[in-house]
């Protein structure tokens, strides 16, 4: 049995909003909610929060323990060897990639790229952490899974420092659209259910204003319902967000 394994790249010195990772959601950081909410996902044999090896991120691998997950710790910049590390040490064969500042991911929607990718039967790069190929997702639901043996293959030959910092460039450039190598890596995506078909949603934390609408979000639906989904976020979005901001 082929073993999937959830890996979410966390740190503490992000450059456009440092800490962020500590921020907290309805009383809990930013990272333990999106914990709390990956550990429901039904098709991962395992979660590390991978961290970089540096003191200041020793807040991190104590969330880690709290949430009772695995904590991996390496190289802080070069993440392609983070995440290398991370799968070779959980002997991952399929990894699933998601970074912590996707503070509202659908367990069910990760679930369902990985029984898509899974069922493809071929080694390669899927994805509906974005929309893409006309996917039309909304931004931070979903994540990529990738198998460990491509992983591999792009950590032993990559020295190029974006690809370094960057997993997903290794194998596919959402900006463009545009897979690294098809043949080597093929490409895939789902499309998204109509009731929530919404590319203009963006629930990613990478700024403070973006910081201040999740809180928002959080403070509005966590306390009526911890299990909150995306037809939640939306209903909040339409009915409430833009009628009160």
């Not at 807040?59 to 060897?81: C, H, M």
């Not at 039967?121 to 952490?129: D, E, K, P, T, V």
């Not at 910081?211 to 976020?233: A, Q, S, V």
Request: hydrophobic share 35%; proline share 5%; glycine share 4%.
């Amino acid at each position: 049995m082929k073993k999937i394994v959830l890996i979410i790249q966390s740190r503490m010195g992000s450059t456009r909003l440092p800490g962020k990772s500590l921020l907290t959601l309805a009383g809990e950081p930013l990272v333990g909610r999106i914990l709390e909410r990956v550990k429901k996902c039904k098709n991962i044999d395992q979660i590390v929060l991978a961290i970089p090896n540096t003191k200041e991120n020793d807040p991190l691998d104590e969330i880690g323990k709290e949430y009772s997950v695995s904590t991996f710790r390496g190289s802080e910049f070069n993440l392609l060897e983070r995440y290398y590390k991370a799968a070779k040490f959980s002997s991952a064969d399929y990894v699933v990639r998601l970074p912590a500042d996707n503070a509202t991911p659908e367990p069910s929607e990760i679930d369902k790229i990985i029984d898509h990718h899974i069922s493809l039967n071929r080694a390669g790069f899927s994805s509906n952490l974005s929309s893409f190929f006309g996917s039309n997702y909304p931004d931070g639901i979903g994540a990529e899974i990738f198998d460990f043996i491509l992983l591999e293959e792009a950590y032993k030959k990559e020295n190029d420092k974006q690809k370094l910092e960057h997993v997903h460039l290794n194998f596919f450039d959402y900006s463009r659209e545009k897979a690294v190598d098809s043949n080597w890596c093929p490409i895939s995506t789902i499309k998204c259910p109509k009731e929530y078909s919404r590319p203009d949603i963006v629930l990613d934390i990478n700024t403070i204003d973006q910081y201040i609408f999740i809180k928002k979000l959080y403070e509005y639906l966590y306390i009526k319902n911890p299990n909150f989904t995306i037809i939640d976020t939306l209903d909040w979005y339409d009915n409430f967000y833009k009628k009160n901001k």
